[in-house]
């Protein structure tokens, strides 16, 4: 009893600690350790987990099912044993590490009902509530005392995460919101003129993030919320009245905060002209533009390895050679790599990387939309437009938000579908 209560409270202290994920250095006598607050968590779950497992789980037949999730890891691992590259690009797999733990943990650990996840949604909230107070809180001291008068905008503002992660936690945050809005959630204890100020605050930081792709999800989720409320005959005076207030705090931002309005315009630019012509050799390229310059080079790539991929790690080498036999000395020096995460499976594992990852986005998008699974299809939205700007299973934060709330939703979604 006393392990499942533990292995319980390791796992909302996860999801408290994805939004305040952090990176710290401590020096001990001559040494230097770096240490990664959520990887000492997920070890932690994992040990108490595989102690105080349930094993008798892997007698049901759609265990299986939930199972195929791990493929996300599986797949790299058994490519760079073909490749004879395991030690050569472990460090790869270590980042990705959650993709295969968490699924199994939280199979084996966590008797999963609709109580405990939605107790799950619950603390993630309140840890994306704390995180941006913290930074709200060390941003103006930097702006007032500091005089720094960029410490409230981008990555500045953003103290524990690169600004377009933390920008995407808190759009799901304002989903979920949104959803509790229409559909009161019980276990929250959230009324609704608190949750309409918990949105409006989410808003306002996500703006001052300076994240196009927050920017672009924050308006989509909106425009969803209006859609769906109108639908089920909700929307009335105080929603308009909410609406007007998210569109006058974009405008506003946008017109006196000059970091925030220099992002804007170049979004702006970007969309308005020809951004796919680009000189070779050139020193500088926007980030829009650069994007669009590193799909085109993976694109090219996978053109020759369309089968089987280049394989984890090694994609990176062969997207180098090309930055530099194209004269793109700024790609090269940044090692970029394909900042599309559905580019960078098709180019790591060929066709079968590319089609797992396409299966757990969007062809779980139309069935989470066919079931009315909302919050399932809210996050499955949220992963789709993310993944292409960024390669988001390249790094910590990306991989532990994805491999938590896939694993959470497609469990529950195959517990409710598939017998």
């Not at 299966?359 to 919050?375: A, C, G, H, R, V």
Request: aromatic share 18%; hydrophobic share 50%.
């Amino acid at each position: 009893m006393v392990n499942k209560k533990l292995n319980r409270f390791l796992f909302y202290g996860i999801a408290f600690f994805i939004p305040l994920l952090k990176t710290f250095q401590i020096q001990l006598f001559d040494n230097t350790y770096i240490i990664k607050s959520m990887g000492v968590i997920i070890i932690l779950f994992t040990i108490s987990g595989i102690i105080a497992g349930n094993y008798s789980v892997f007698k049901k037949k759609n265990v299986w099912i939930k199972l195929t999730t791990v493929l996300l890891w599986l797949i790299p691992i058994f490519h760079l044993l073909f490749l004879n590259s395991v030690n050569t690009y472990w460090y790869k797999l270590e980042v990705k590490l959650s993709l295969i733990f968490i699924p199994i943990i939280v199979l084996i650990a966590i008797e999963f009902k609709k109580e405990i996840f939605y107790t799950f949604l619950k603390v993630f909230i309140i840890g994306g509530i704390v995180a941006v107070i913290i930074c709200l809180i060390i941003s103006i001291y930097n702006f007032y005392f500091l005089e720094n008068i960029k410490a409230i905008t981008y990555q500045n503002l953003s103290y524990f995460h690169h600004p377009s992660y933390f920008a995407m936690y808190l759009n799901f945050i304002v989903g979920i919101l949104y959803y509790h809005s229409i559909n009161p959630i019980k276990s929250f204890n959230i009324n609704r003129p608190l949750t309409y100020i918990l949105i409006l605050l989410l808003t306002f930081f996500i703006i001052l993030l300076s994240s196009r792709t927050g920017w672009v999800s924050n308006i989509l989720i909106t425009t969803l919320f209006v859609i769906y409320s109108i639908k089920r005959k909700s929307f009335n005076k105080i929603n308009f009245g909410f609406l007007l207030a998210i569109i006058l705090s974009f405008l506003i931002i946008f017109k006196t905060v000059p970091s925030v309005k220099s992002r804007s315009n170049s979004l702006i630019n970007y969309i308005s002209h020809n951004i796919f012509e680009t000189e070779k050799g050139s020193s500088y390229f926007s980030s829009s533009a650069t994007r669009i310059i590193v799909w085109k080079c993976s694109l090219e790539l996978i053109n020759q390895k369309i089968i089987f991929g280049y394989g984890e790690g090694l994609s990176g080498v062969e997207l180098n050679k090309l930055y530099k036999n194209k004269d793109y000395k700024q790609l090269e020096n940044k090692n970029l790599n394909s900042h599309n995460q559905f580019l960078q499976c098709f180019l790591d594992h060929g066709l079968i990387g590319g089609c797992i990852i396409i299966f757990f986005t969007i062809i779980m998008l139309f069935k989470s939309l066919k079931t009315k699974d909302y919050l399932y299809s809210l996050f499955l939205i949220l992963i789709t437009i993310n993944f292409l700007t960024e390669s988001m299973l390249e790094t910590q934060s990306g991989v532990v938000f994805f491999a938590v709330f896939n694993t959470l939703f497609f469990f529950q979604w195959v517990d409710k579908n598939i017998s």
